[in-house]
């Protein structure tokens, strides 16, 4: 790459910024998220696999609205996606407040549907945006440059729910509980729940002065320039024939849906291996995130060196290990293997995306979409994971992880397979 390429183009400096803002904003929301599978297990007293519905909820979210938020991508711009983004959002985040009045569980998953939706159509809308505002040669380094802010606002999620959610749990077990009377009962829902509620409806006031932000300052990709065009019929089919492509986002799928296990059930994991409570375990889940976020900036360096696939594979490879010595060794040591996983996460998401949306040209908004719609893997794997940990532990429940890294790695490689074909051919 010439030393004169530029990292973004000229002008888009100030909305580059904004859009790192909202990097940061999402990872606030997924992450104050994943301790909630744990917080609603004890506030009604449900399965493990009855609470991943949180995670089902707000990953299907994200699988439904993907889809929309390309057609008004195309239809009208980034910007417009990224403002409806944020409102739907913001909108979600407020429905904290009735949903705990309400004290039911569907209001939340309602809630956290809303949320998620919102936050689909600004990722679909903000990814390819960043991508959109420099040169194609340095645009996975780009996306990975905006994506390691994601984790400064995943540490800023896990901590407001160490410190504000899961301390304001009551101590008592699904027995105790089962023995109050219902004035009882709801007293204490009514504190856990409020407690909830608390940080995403501040999360929702930051969100509307972001909004506001995006909506006055002027922001267009280059390739927006011309405007959008109308939508080509064979878009789904060259996009599904494409095997690159598609199996981007069969990667993606996976990769997120090892994302959200390792961090959905780090706190079951190192209460059931140290035999400590969700408070102290919640604190390895925040050492996960600030390992996840170093390791977000050292790949961005590596990646100026090292091949990306070739990263990529390798991490994948080495997070199937960690995993399965998270399953063998169930003690200090493996709840270290699950925190070290986050350093082979962090490089993955953005760069499957830049990856799998090389060279497709008109098609990158809905390929676009494509990739953000395979975020359901962190609504249905979970699920498996959460059925493993009711049958068999959650030490054991490890090894649905470690199979999903072993698809990422398999990205990697071919990657790099495809790659060394058309270089011949060339």
């Given at each position: 790459?010439?030393?004169?390429?530029?990292?973004?183009?000229?002008?888009?400096?100030?909305?580059?910024?904004?859009?790192?803002?909202?990097?940061?904003?999402?990872?606030?929301?997924?992450?104050?998220?994943?301790?909630?599978?744990?917080?609603?297990?004890?506030?009604?007293?449900?399965?493990?696999?009855?609470?991943?519905?949180?995670?089902?909820?707000?990953?299907?979210?994200?699988?439904?609205?993907?889809?929309?938020?390309?057609?008004?991508?195309?239809?009208?711009?980034?910007?417009?996606?990224?403002?409806?983004?944020?409102?739907?959002?913001?909108?979600?985040?407020?429905?904290?407040?009735?949903?705990?009045?309400?004290?039911?569980?569907?209001?939340?998953?309602?809630?956290?549907?809303?949320?998620?939706?919102?936050?689909?159509?600004?990722?679909?809308?903000?990814?390819?945006?960043?991508?959109?505002?420099?040169?194609?040669?340095?645009?996975?380094?780009?996306?990975?440059?905006?994506?390691?802010?994601?984790?400064?606002?995943?540490?800023?999620?896990?901590?407001?729910?160490?410190?504000?959610?899961?301390?304001?749990?009551?101590?008592?077990?699904?027995?105790?509980?089962?023995?109050?009377?219902?004035?009882?009962?709801?007293?204490?829902?009514?504190?856990?729940?409020?407690?909830?509620?608390?940080?995403?409806?501040?999360?929702?006031?930051?969100?509307?002065?972001?909004?506001?932000?995006?909506?006055?300052?002027?922001?267009?990709?280059?390739?927006?320039?011309?405007?959008?065009?109308?939508?080509?019929?064979?878009?789904?089919?060259?996009?599904?024939?494409?095997?690159?492509?598609?199996?981007?986002?069969?990667?993606?799928?996976?990769?997120?849906?090892?994302?959200?296990?390792?961090?959905?059930?780090?706190?079951?994991?190192?209460?059931?291996?140290?035999?400590?409570e969700p408070g102290p375990a919640g604190w390895y889940l925040q050492a996960s995130l600030i390992v996840f976020l170093v390791s977000r900036f050292v790949m961005v360096w590596l990646m100026g060196y090292v091949n990306p696939a070739l990263l990529l594979a390798i991490l994948a490879v080495t997070g199937t290990a960690l995993s399965l010595v998270a399953v063998l060794t169930p003690t200090v040591a493996g709840v270290w293997a699950v925190v070290a996983l986050s350093a082979c996460l962090s490089l993955m998401f953005p760069t499957i995306y830049g990856?799998?949306?090389?060279?497709?040209?008109?098609?990158?908004?809905?390929?676009?979409?494509?990739?953000?719609?395979?975020?359901?893997?962190?609504?249905?794997?979970?699920?498996?994971?959460?059925?493993?940990?009711?049958?068999?532990?959650?030490?054991?429940?490890?090894?649905?992880?470690?199979?999903?890294?072993?698809?990422?790695?398999?990205?990697?490689?071919?990657?790099?397979?495809?790659?060394?074909?058309?270089?011949?051919?060339?």
């Open positions: 790459m010439s030393e004169r390429t530029p990292f973004i183009y000229r002008g888009m400096k100030v909305p580059f910024l904004l859009l790192v803002t909202c990097f940061a904003a999402w990872g606030v929301a997924a992450n104050m998220t994943d301790p909630l599978v744990q917080v609603f297990s004890r506030v009604f007293s449900m399965s493990t696999l009855q609470s991943s519905l949180v995670q089902f909820s707000y990953y299907g979210a994200y699988f439904l609205l993907a889809l929309p938020a390309a057609f008004i991508n195309r239809r009208f711009s980034y910007k417009t996606g990224v403002l409806l983004g944020l409102g739907l959002a913001i909108a979600g985040a407020f429905l904290f407040y009735p949903a705990s009045v309400a004290m039911t569980y569907g209001y939340f998953l309602l809630a956290l549907f809303t949320l998620a939706g919102g936050l689909s159509i600004l990722e679909t809308s903000a990814n390819p945006f960043v991508i959109g505002m420099g040169p194609e040669e340095n645009a996975t380094r780009r996306l990975n440059f905006a994506q390691a802010f994601n984790p400064v606002g995943t540490n800023i999620g896990v901590f407001l729910s160490a410190a504000l959610i899961l301390p304001n749990l009551n101590t008592a077990t699904d027995e105790q509980r089962a023995a109050m009377d219902q004035a009882e009962l709801l007293a204490v829902r009514s504190d856990e729940l409020q407690a909830v509620m608390v940080p995403y409806v501040g999360y929702a006031v930051v969100m509307l002065a972001i909004w506001v932000a995006v909506a006055l300052i002027p922001m267009r990709a280059r390739e927006e320039a011309a405007g959008p065009g109308p939508m080509s019929a064979g878009t789904f089919r060259r996009l599904m024939s494409n095997r690159h492509y598609a199996f981007g986002v069969v990667a993606q799928f996976f990769n997120v849906a090892a994302q959200t296990c390792t961090w959905t059930f780090t706190i079951q994991y190192a209460g059931a291996a140290l035999g400590i990856i799998a949306l090389e060279g497709l040209g008109e098609d990158t908004k809905f390929g676009a979409a494509g990739l953000v719609m395979a975020i359901l893997g962190g609504a249905l794997v979970p699920m498996v994971q959460g059925a493993t940990i009711d049958a068999a532990g959650a030490t054991f429940s490890y090894v649905v992880p470690a199979a999903c890294f072993l698809v990422v790695a398999a990205y990697g490689v071919f990657d790099m397979a495809s790659n060394r074909v058309a270089h011949r051919r060339g």
